[in-house]
């Protein structure tokens, strides 16, 4: 434990990461459908992935297990070949990833957009070892790229194709490429009060997209394949137990005091990087604790535990280095179960027809992305989060009409526009609240 505790923070992130694919890739091989993992694995690469596609339908328990495993060694790889240095953004990345694993990344779709990346860090002549959480961030359009592989123009898919690969490289080299700068300007967008950041200069690329390649030439939206019923509750909350429980444990016998973990869980300023500010041993506890507490909170509301769940998980996770934690993440759960409920009471005196309830499909995903707005909580309270998360519930399912459901960063997009809404507000008149936080 000493070695791990004297490890730098960089060196401790990748290990981390390959634990924690080596996990989802041993427990393919123990799923009971284990037998048709790699036949499962090319269903899922070899079909559209819109989101949301449950890949426990599409291709098996063991290819999903599989296929988030192999993803998240093809991250850690990119690390180990381009000689990186990981960080809290990385630790984001990375898991963010694997979470959409999932339902819409696969070992083939992210190789195009990863080169569109490389082309950007060669062409400004800029070390390719500052390139791998770009590279990470630029599968968020990962479902596109899967569309036009298999199905282009075509409503069907009808497999892979040389023209299908020609415009899959060149939109790939023009989603990489745009994506790097507009990351750097993304926080001025929101002032740092969406930890999604990179869900800004992603949407609006596959905004443009959807536009170039779809509505203005008249090519007709494929849809997405909706069957969401596959699922298993016993296997996704083993799974989730055990990795959780192994990180608290783990955590503990670094050396982690309960005093360290309740100083992240009641600091008002947002601690940014967990890692390399409070330590390796208490970001390990809150991925450990905030997980455990985040699969608690999907069993409460009643979710159906199909591959999207499972994935939106680790994607909430994913924000465990970059000051979420259960704290300043209640308030927005909250906010979407006083919106799920207060909204459809209001649907019923209007006659409406309500789809909105707190354990429908698109809620349980758009509460994922919401906690990206705890630094709202972090900075102004309680309430302002509960608020925050409110206006995230009313907004979240109509954004995917302008990405047409190919941007998997949908929900932090909408947490972004709902700073722009919401926090020029909150320094009007949080400004008290505020100071004495400080």
Sequence with gaps: ??????????????????????????????????????????????????????YFHLGGYAAT???????????????IVLKGTANNVSTLAYLLTVGFSAWGITVLNVWFTFAGVALYYLVKKEKLSGACN???????IAPLITDLLVRYPNAEAVGFSAAGLLVTVLVGLFIGFMLPAGLGHAPAVHKGMDIYSAAVPVCFIAFFLNATLYKTIGVDLPGAPTDMTVADQGIVNLFCIIVFGLCVVLALAMGCKPGQYLKLLTTRPHVANISGTLGKEVFLMNVGVFGLFILAYYNLIGASFNSVTFGIIFCMLCTANSGSHPGNVWPIMLGYVVGSYGFGWLSQLA???????????????????????SPICSK?????????????????????????????YNGGFTAAVICVLLVPVLEKFAKAETASAK
């Design 65 to 79: 297990f599989l296929n988030m495993g192999l993803v998240g060694f093809i991250c850690l790889g990119l690390f």
């Design 351 to 373: 006659g409406g027809t309500y789809a909105m309830t707190i354990n429908a499909q698109a809620i349980a995903i758009g509460l994922c992305f919401a906690n990206g707005l």
């Design 1 to 54: 434990m000493n070695k791990l505790k004297s490890m730098n923070e960089s060196s401790f992130l990748k290990l981390f990461m390959g634990l924690m694919s080596a996990a989802f890739v041993i427990a393919a091989f123990l799923m009971p459908d284990r037998a048709n993992a790699f036949s499962g694995l090319w269903q899922i690469m070899s079909q559209p992935g819109k989101i949301t596609t449950n």
């Design 134 to 140: 770009a590279m990470m961030f630029s599968t968020g």
């Design 380 to 408: 102004y309270g309680w309430f302002a989060g509960m608020i925050s998360a409110v206006m995230h519930f009313l907004l979240v399912t109509s954004v995917p009409n302008m990405h047409g459901g190919f941007c998997l």
